[in-house]
């Protein structure tokens, strides 16, 4: 397939190297900033850099949209391709509708469910690309070349998007949190801050393969309220962690009733 | 070293096994329950099981206290020592004094940071061991024996591992909670559970190698109202669950002034 790309951030960085890399060709790569269309058509044999977002003078099947969540109504907007090409954004928390402004194009979503970096490779493979579209013969196009650069391929939703986003929320930006306030922690004790790490590890793994509910370990759903208060007592100047580890605890045991096991080996 | 253990656990099973590799004699091994220490033994070649506390008839350098923290006092209590023997309990949470009760001998802790369980092996030489004595001939003869199974071995004090408790709370009880949370969002959406595993190891590798709260990203960091009150809306009939999403969005909105980077790539 012809590609062009609308942003040269991360997101654009990846896709549009591993879409080369699975054969198709990037035509041309717009970014307000022409230094760093440039950065990446470097990497890109057939692509010119743009900073014009009438495209319709480009040789493009599927314009791929991969620019900040918040800066996606406003490009939407100016935006112009010719008729029969497929532009889709690769927002996790933004509707699909927030194309249908675009004149005559089908246009759909094409969300890597990852965290990028440009400098930092990435097994775009193992990314899951999840998809959507107005019409179904848009969503089998966008499929069929999300399937040429990743093995996990899903249809969502804007609906179920937003599920997603919320789980990811809690799973990657509020668990990051937790990771900082451990080694600040750690830190404050004059403590290594990579102490923690294998047993980190060993969490996440057996979170991976059992119901995290039925794993639980700890004071709160031991109901060890000895060990409770005396951490809330050495949180006490920090009132931030004390309500984080309060909310915590509380959600911990209100899980006790269904899903709690007996396993409490540490 | 001659080594008796207490306890025939998760603990206890690795332990014993990792310092038998290492060239040390498992000489006994106490369970209130024969048949769990039998289990043991049958791994141990010089090792007799034992359902009696009295300890003076058994040769050992070392005793390995490896039980619950809740049943270490009142085992404490009864165990019977020779007097040139180290006894040490294997707890993160529970004070070196607790084994001051014991009659003539040198105490200590042995504390492996990790979450065992008897099935699944164990990198032993990557678990950090963390040491504690009442005497520095104590605590240099742990330290050694700590060595030879582990190339992490630390010197914790009890204050200090009471606040390494408290981080590791957060870093993995807390953990395993919001990725219970977020496995039971994708599931009331009809998504699979490990659609956010990609996302997750890369959260987890990102915050081992970096200060977790220069790169936070989501909706709270960047003050993203709109998706706020969109996730509290969506979370209104788990009250626990809004909770810990207010708590831990005011946490990371709290941090915002020292440690963050403009670095919003995702």
Not at 36 to 58: F, G, R, Y
Request: hydrophobic share 40%; charged share 15%; net charge neutral.
């Amino acid at each position: 397939m012809n590609i062009a790309i609308v942003g040269a951030g991360n997101v654009a960085w990846h896709l549009a190297q591993a879409l080369q890399k699975a054969g198709h060709t990037i035509t041309a790569v717009y970014s307000r900033n022409k230094a760093h269309s440039e950065d990446l058509t470097k990497h890109l044999p057939n692509a010119v850099a743009t900073q014009e977002l009438d495209l319709t003078t480009i040789v493009a099947d599927v314009v791929l949209i991969a620019i900040p969540d918040a800066a996606l109504p406003g490009i939407a907007e100016q935006i112009k391709v010719k008729p029969e090409t497929i532009v889709a954004h690769t927002s996790g928390s933004q509707p699909l509708a927030v194309l249908s402004t675009i004149a005559g194009a089908n246009y759909g979503v094409f969300y890597p469910l990852q965290t990028f970096s440009k400098h930092s490779p990435v097994d775009v493979k193992q990314v899951p690309i999840l998809i959507e579209g107005n019409t179904e013969a848009t969503i089998d196009q966008l499929e069929h070349l999300a399937h040429t650069i990743s093995q996990k391929v899903e249809r969502v939703d804007s609906g179920k998007r937003k599920q997603l986003h919320l789980a990811a929320v809690f799973a990657c930006n509020f668990t990051n949190h937790l990771l900082g306030i451990s080694q600040e922690l750690l830190r404050k004790a004059n403590l290594p801050t990579d102490l923690l790490q294998p047993l980190i590890q060993e969490t996440i793994k057996k979170a991976a393969n059992h119901n995290p509910y039925a794993v639980q370990t700890g004071p709160a759903i031991r109901n060890d309220q000895n060990v409770i208060d005396e951490h809330l007592r050495l949180l006490q100047h920090q009132p931030h962690l004390q309500a984080i580890y309060q909310a915590l605890t509380q959600g911990i045991q209100a899980t006790k009733g269904n899903n709690y096991s007996s396993d409490q080996s540490t």
